[in-house]
Structures are given as structure tokens and as C-alpha cells.
């Protein structure tokens, strides 16, 4: 599903790092080596119909790469 996230990503926090993600290999081969975190926060999002919702999102983060699969987990509204 394509989205936008409008605004700040709010209360975010790290439930995962390296050996502990389940995807590491793969998101190393892909983006390089790392200090890998998978995090999650909540934030606006605009989904593709228009509307504009509040969800709890989840990405993969690596010092120096930025924030790379962001996706919307659940829904909040």
C-alpha cells in the first residue's frame, strides 16, 4: 500500500537490534552493513484514496542510511 506520512512520527522507540532482527542478513545485503534497529512510532499518515488517518508505523533504521521500509502496522482512528 503507497501512503505518506504527514508531520513527525511521534513515540518512537527501538523493540529490535542487530542479531535480534529476523531480517538482518537480507536489509545488510540491500543496504550494507550497520548498526541495524527495527523501530516503530506513531504518526499521520495520507493513504492513497486521500484520507488522512493516525497509525503505528515500523521501520528498519541503520546509522547513516535513514529509515528504509517504513509500514503501517495497525491502524489508530
Known amino acids: 500500500m503507497q501512503f505518506e506520512i504527514i508531520g513527525r512520527i511521534e513515540n518512537q522507540e527501538t523493540f529490535a537490534t542487530g ?3 529476523r531480517e538482518l542478513s537480507r536489509l545488510q545485503k540491500i543496504y550494507g552493513k550497520g548498526k541495524w534497529k527495527k523501530r516503530k512510532g506513531v504518526a499521520k499518515v495520507k493513504l492513497t484514496d486521500g ?3 493516525r ?3 515500523h521501520w528498519y533504521e541503520a546509522t ?3 529509515k528504509k521500509e517504513i509500514k503501517i502496522k495497525r491502524y489508530l482512528d
Request: glycine share 16%; proline share 0%.
Open 64 to 66: 547513516g542510511s535513514g
Open 55 to 57: 497509525a503505528e508505523v
Open 19 to 21: 542479531k535480534r532482527i
Open 51 to 53: 484520507s488522512i488517518v
